[in-house]
């Protein structure tokens, strides 16, 4: 925390006493408190408090605002989990809400806040692509990304790109940077067939450019984001030429390579749709099954195909016939887990097999659930 300064709002020398008169007109000294301890106090306390306690002084705004305080509070205090999502009404003006976790599973109807999404809202249709450290990243008109952290208001949108869609987003701890993925898929003809490369840019954020890494191995990436777990962007691809194979792809994002994941052994069922996830910080899968169930996986060790466990199944929701979507989204106070079931959410009790839906808008379409968390780290001062 050396960057941070131990400023002082009067003219009085630090380790003078304030005094302050009491009826008899006597001066009593108030206790004084060294900066450092008052670093560590307010580092502990909730980011929400912190954006008021702003205007207390000008070197507690001096200190708030500074980007080392932010990454001190942001490891230090316990987050609140909040649930985004997003929806366009009659009028298709873009509408952003906020919903405290809890009150998700705990309140009827959950309790929500409209948050000002920062770009011009008027038939707006722009998507979420993921969250970090507090920042939410969107694919704005699907090739340029918006960084936003709603917490504090910051945002900032990055250089657009052609062709390529925004993908995914996340922290690298080799390059202390955050980084946002493009990914370009192109088709040609080959031997009088269709064939497609696929070409990866990164973005850092603070730098004001893209760049070019190596040729991605294999496959089609499926989907519209990628799941960040452990230091690694992954997603679903269709295995070229075999639209109904379909391959687990990892990018590292520090040494900005490519791999494919082995998937866990799904037995004898007959495996109609799944999707990646990331469930008690391990990647997640789900799986529709002709059996008529639904089951999650979880890679509880990064990277090592023997760590899959079935660890849900339970009764399908909706027409088989129809390949519904799904998507897990969290799990809350290890019995309750929220999924995504064609646009609706759906929790499901594991202790009592039992399925509740929360009392929830219509979203006109689907809402794009994302989990984060509030934190101080703004996308505008960030360096590479």
């Known amino acids: 925390m050396s960057q941070i300064s131990h400023g002082y709002d009067n003219n009085s020398p630090k380790n003078e006493p304030h005094t302050i008169p009491d009826g008899d007109s006597l001066h009593a000294p108030l206790p004084y408190i060294p900066f450092d301890l008052i670093i560590e106090i307010l580092s502990r306390v909730p980011v929400k408090s912190l954006i008021q306690f702003k205007c207390v002084c000008k070197s507690w705004k001096t200190l708030i605002s500074n980007p080392e305080f932010a990454k001190k509070n942001f490891s230090t205090i316990d987050h609140h989990h909040h649930l985004l999502l997003k929806s366009n009404d009659t009028l298709d003006n873009f509408i952003v809400r906020s919903y405290s976790l809890p009150s998700i599973f705990e309140t009827s ?21 993921g969250s970090c450290d507090g920042i939410l990243c969107f694919a704005v008109n699907i090739s340029c990304a918006l960084l936003w952290n709603p917490a504090i208001g910051a945002f900032k949108k990055l250089p657009p790109l052609k062709k390529y869609n925004i993908f995914g ?29 696929t070409k990866v840019k990164i973005h850092n954020l603070g730098t004001d450019s893209w760049r070019r890494i190596k040729e991605y191995p294999s496959g089609i990436p499926i989907g519209l984001a990628a799941k960040l777990v452990s230091g ?9 030429r075999n639209v109904t194979s379909f391959a687990i792809m990892s990018l590292d994002l520090g040494k900005e390579s490519c791999q494919e994941l082995l998937q866990p ?8 749709t799944f999707r990646l996830g990331v469930l008690k910080n391990c990647l997640s899968i789900i799986v529709l099954h002709e059996e008529g169930f639904t089951d999650v996986w979880l890679m509880n060790d990064y990277g090592k195909k023997e760590s899959w466990t079935k660890f849900l199944s339970f009764p399908c929701l909706g027409d088989l016939n129809l390949f519904p979507y799904a998507k897990v989204i969290c799990i809350y106070e290890d ?10 959410l759906t929790i499901y009790n594991i202790r009592n097999r039992t399925f509740k839906f929360p009392e929830m808008p219509d979203f006109g379409g689907r809402p794009f659930p994302q989990i984060y ?6 996308p505008c001062v960030l360096k590479h």
């Open 109 to 129: 109807p959950p309790i929500s806040n409209q948050v000002s999404y920062p770009l011009n809202t008027q038939n707006c249709f722009d998507i979420i692509i």
């Open 169 to 197: 987003f996340g922290f690298d701890q080799c390059s202390d940077s955050y980084k946002v993925v493009a990914i370009l898929r192109r088709r040609h003809s080959s031997d009088g067939r269709n064939a497609y490369t």
């Open 232 to 240: 690694t962007l992954n997603w679903m691809a269709s295995i070229a």
């Open 265 to 272: 052994d799904f037995g004898e069922v007959n495996v109609l």
């Open 335 to 344: 019995e309750n887990v929220l999924f995504e079931y064609d646009s609706v």
């Open 373 to 378: 968390v509030e934190s101080l780290i703004s």
